[in-house]
């Protein structure tokens, strides 16, 4: 490659709103359920149905604007994007177009190197979701499903202001969290509550104008993202490198290829002849609005990681990692309430937490132990009822099934024997069995009396205290 | 005096006071409407079992003191524009032809409630675009007072369904005059509530920031007491407004004494047929004697109300028609090839020339590079006239105007030239523009017999205004009703003259 490059990313963002009812009607907009059962006349389209919007909805647009730093149009409406597709009931989405409910906000992401970067938010706007199109090989037919018709969505179009792919994940993962952390979704990517448009576009470096940009759609993961825009990036600088030029078209990207195919060009795209919906009000958004939702905004993610930090003296890392999950932050600050030791709790979550959430290919949000278990738990090792290697073991009890730790370690048998007269006797037994270590040891190796404590505790099936073991080994070997 | 020529207030004071019953009054009205729709068509759907049991269910309701208002038991028909569950719902569009909506339109349950009977479903203009209830699907209305000629429109099945007697009364809808204009062409009286008066939920939507369903009765009593069960604030139509006082028959007083009227010089001028110019000035005269103060006016933009309206309701229709695909309800075209090919076929057989039309001009004004220069500009007209009308209402309590231009033109006249029947909504368009309430009574009958409308209309929310001014005029004048022993003769009768 003799030139330099810069890619230049925005994103458009789709977020279904945890509302527990569709935008414009009343139907449930719970997950599951069979084909058209959550439907009513409004979400599939029936004549002389009218739309009624659900307050929640801007209650929810207004919290994540104001979280993303955005300007609220106190008067703003719904638009008609007018479209033929089965899965569109009326034939039209209601949308916004002309008068977006948030505009001109940012969030702050940390860029690879460490340093802090903003991205700005172009927009925000509502809008209701389609159903799902079932295609029926068996009978060479189509089907529809219109129970997601209507379910909540909001839109955030940012600017083109990411170089790369590790700052759209970081700008990903902020949205996320602020979303998250403000309870408007659980914006999951894999199930499609959170869904990512790329627009990327790239231009020799130093250039004043942006090159023409793609949209790539259908990705379904961060790394799906990643490979979209690294594949993307070198699939438009290449057609530069040949001279050739990029065209502004709509690109559906296959993860599983790892490569993308054109779906339709600019010149095809559809005259959605947006207007104003006729059946929709102006929505006016009252300054005591605004404030009432300003006032009942919750802890945000940046927030909580300051405040772990001066009230729980955790450093940054640990905050942060903790944090990204708004559940297992909870998890944590009820822990912490129930026995102290802020660090000991941000412990368990981080390694032995973390290492399970890994090995069972599971997310934070799913932790399902209760917070009286794990303070019962970290309770018992401070006590030494139990030493480090049981509780390890307990705590994986109590993260696969929320097991009470005192029954358990009751029941198993695993309490730390405290009983001297038994451990010295033991210790004896060890080290009369090894004489060899013991020799070792007596000739400089201090390494074997790791091997002599092991033994002990292989002995005591683990349930002694190590410190204990530890000194009655060196007391024993010394004489 | 038989049972037919009765008000539906009449009729309703006769069940009440049980000198007959409500099965008796449908039974009635059923065998008028077979006798007479032969020569008038003023139906789409008759629901003969459903009126005699819902009838006989209303009548026990009424006998057990639970139904005590002044319509229960009245047989009446409704608009096929507007959902009734379990009952064919038309548009009278060949794409609706057999859909049967599962819920019924709010304004219709307002009437149930208060113990309407519904007859069955009445003809209009396809998605009511039209003056003459010719672009149905279905066939043609024919006007009582003389079946060679057109009932109006677009709501003409209702109005002519009234003027025959073959209903107690029925609901319309007006998006340009569709209530008022035939009102006038049958001799009836009809009101166009203010925007938002009644609910809109379940009315299949034409022009939706327009759209107003409204009553078409014999007389002013009639529609007050109607509207005043109609009307309402409902959490399902967004746009339908919470009003202080849904009052409106005290409104029916015998007083128009110090009433300011004003008659917009420009409604009088070309293009006004003779005689009806005549019998409105001549109403006015009746109103002014009454001791009503009357003055001319200039109203101005009434040339822009045409141009704004055909672009607003186009718009909005192609938008709300998209639905009609072929793929949930209606019709299907029975061979296609692919999706696109489902979609236009379904549409190109299922929709008539009139509806097209307007589809294609509403999509063409809303598209990209055209949205500013026609639909915002439209919009824009469209916010001047409400200002206009404003400023004459700061002077006057009434506006007083014919309801059409014209009596019923003959059938088959006005489709050849669209745009002479655009312009002869000239009258009533700008109060849909501005979402006033219009009123049309009769105030006479041209030479060949066909009856005249005077339209009056009030600022917003001022229903009761118009209502006064026109039962005050109406109490001047004797109800009319055609002939209907021999419902064919009246053309001949023409065709003799002519």
Same mark, same amino acid.
């Given at each position: 490659m003799s030139r330099q490059y810069e890619t230049v990313i925005g994103l458009e963002v789709h977020v279904e709103l945890a509302t527990k009812t569709k935008i414009f009607c009343s139907c449930p907009t719970a997950f599951g359920g069979a084909p058209n059962t959550h439907t009513c006349p409004v979400c599939t389209g029936m004549p002389g149905s009218l739309p009624v919007l659900n307050k929640q909805v801007v209650e929810y647009a207004l919290t994540v604007g104001l979280a993303a730093n955005c300007q609220i149009n106190q008067y703003c409406r719904f638009d008609r994007k007018n479209y033929f597709y089965p899965d569109n009931p009326q034939n039209y989405q209601i949308s916004q177009l002309y008068l977006p409910i948030c505009r001109d906000g940012w969030v702050e992401i940390e860029t690879v190197s460490g340093g802090k970067k903003r991205v700005g938010i172009h927009e925000i706007h509502m809008e209701e979701d389609a159903g799902k199109l079932i295609h029926d090989e068996w009978e060479d037919c189509s089907l529809v499903d219109y /129970?997601?018709? =209507?379910v909540p969505l909001i839109e955030i179009v940012s600017e083109p202001d990411m170089r790369n792919a590790e700052e759209v994940i970081a700008y990903l993962e902020k949205l996320r969290l602020i979303i998250q952390y403000l309870g408007a979704? #659980?914006?999951k990517l894999q199930e499609g509550s959170m869904r990512a448009d790329v627009n990327l576009s790239v231009r020799e470096a130093g250039a004043l104008e942006l090159g023409t940009r793609t949209e790539m759609k259908n990705l379904n993961s961060f790394k799906a993202i990643a490979r979209a825009i690294e594949g993307e990036r070198k699939r438009q600088i290449e057609l530069l490198e040949e001279g050739k030029r990029v065209v502004q078209e709509t690109r559906r990207w296959d993860d599983n290829k790892e490569s993308s195919k054109a779906m339709r060009s600019k010149e095809d795209a559809q005259d959605y002849r947006y207007f104003p919906d006729p059946d929709l009000v102006p929505l006016v958004i009252s300054d005591e609005w605004i404030e009432a939702v300003k006032a009942r905004q919750p802890e945000l993610h940046t927030e909580k990681i300051i405040r772990y930090m001066e009230?729980? =003296?955790?450093?940054r890392y640990d905050a942060g990692l903790i944090t990204s999950s708004k559940h297992m932050a909870g998890l944590f600050e009820e822990t912490v309430r129930l026995c102290g030791r802020p660090k000991e709790v941000s412990n368990w979550l981080m390694v032995e937490a973390m290492r399970l959430i890994k090995e069972h290919e599971m997310d934070a949000d799913h932790i399902r132990f209760s917070p009286v278990n794990l303070a019962a738990l970290i309770r018992m090792v401070e006590q030494g009822d139990i030493n480090r290697t049981v509780a390890k073991t307990v705590f994986e009890e109590i993260f696969d099934k929320d097991v009470e730790p005192e029954a358990f370690v009751e029941e198993k048998g695993l309490?730390?024997? /405290? #009983?001297e007269g038994a451990l010295r006797s033991t210790i004896e037994r060890v080290l009369a069995a090894n004489p060899q270590s013991v020799a070792d040891y007596h000739g400089g190796k201090e390494r074997a009396m790791g091997y002599l404590v092991g033994q002990t505790m292989r002995a005591m099936k683990g349930k002694a205290d190590p410190a204990m073991v530890n000194q009655i080994v060196k007391e024993l070997l010394s004489c | 005096m038989g049972l037919s020529e009765l008000t539906a207030l009449e009729l309703g004071r006769q069940i009440k006071e049980g000198r007959v019953t409500a099965v008796e009054a449908a039974r009635e009205a059923l065998e008028r409407i077979k006798d007479l729709e032969p020569s008038i068509h003023a139906y789409v759907t008759v629901d003969e079992e459903g009126a005699l049991k819902r009838a006989a269910q209303v009548q026990k309701q009424i006998e057990a003191g639970t139904l005590t208002g002044p319509l229960a038991g009245v047989p009446m028909a409704v608009k096929d524009n507007m959902c009734t569950k379990g009952l064919k719902t038309t548009c009278s569009s060949r794409i609706l032809y057999n859909f049967i909506p599962t819920y019924t339109a709010q304004a219709v349950l307002n009437l149930e409630q208060a113990g309407a009977v519904i007859l069955g479903k009445t003809n209009m203009d396809e998605f009511a675009m039209g003056s003459t209830t010719e672009t149905s699907a279905f066939g043609v209305t024919r006007n009582p007072w003389n079946t060679e000629h057109v009932p109006g429109g677009s709501s003409g099945g209702s109005c002519a369904a009234v003027a025959a007697g073959e209903c107690f009364y029925a609901l319309g809808s007006d998006t340009g005059g569709s209530i008022r204009q035939p009102s006038s062409f049958c001799g009836v009286t009809g009101i166009k509530p203010t925007y938002g008066t009644v609910s809109r939920y379940g009315l299949i939507a034409y022009g939706s920031s327009l759209d107003q369903i409204g009553p078409v009765a014999k007389d002013v009593s009639d529609c007050a007491a109607i509207l005043e069960t109609l009307a309402g604030q409902d959490p399902k139509d967004s746009t339908s407004v919470r009003r202080s006082s849904y009052d409106f028959t005290s409104a029916l007083v015998d007083d128009v004494k110090g009433m300011r009227i004003g008659v917009p010089q420009s409604y009088l001028g070309e293009g006004l047929d003779l005689e009806v110019r005549e019998a409105v000035l001549d109403a006015a005269r009746v109103l002014k004697e009454k001791g009503a103060v009357v003055e001319y006016f200039d109203l101005k933009l009434t040339d822009y109300a045409i141009p704004a309206y055909y672009v607003i309701a186009s718009a909005e229709a192609s938008s709300n028609l998209s639905r009609f695909d072929g793929v949930k309800y209606g019709y299907r075209t029975p061979d296609y090839e692919g999706l696109h090919s489902m979609y236009k076929k379904s549409r190109s057989e299922g929709f008539g020339p009139e509806v097209k039309r307007r589809i294609m001009l509403g999509s063409f004004v809303l598209s990209s590079g055209y949205y500013d220069a026609y639909y915002l500009k439209a919009l824009r007209t469209k916010a001047l006239i409400k200002q206009e009308f404003d400023r004459a209402f700061g002077r006057y309590d009434v506006i007083l105007a014919p309801a059409s231009p014209d009596t019923a033109p003959r059938l088959g006249e006005s489709l050849r030239d669209p745009l002479k029947m655009y312009l002869g909504d000239i009258y009533t368009i700008s109060v849909n523009l501005a979402g006033l309430p219009g009123i049309s009574v009769p105030c006479g009958r041209d030479s060949r017999g066909l009856p005249i409308g005077l339209q009056l209309i009030g600022d917003c929310f001022k229903e009761k205004d118009i209502i006064r001014a026109a039962y005050a005029y109406e109490r001047t004048r004797n109800r009319e009703m055609p002939d209907?022993?021999?419902?064919?003769l009246h053309s001949g009768k023409e065709e003799a003259r002519s």
């Open positions: /129970n997601r018709s =209507g979704s #659980d914006c009230e729980y =003296g955790l450093p309490k730390v024997v /405290n #009983d | 209907m022993s021999y419902p064919d």
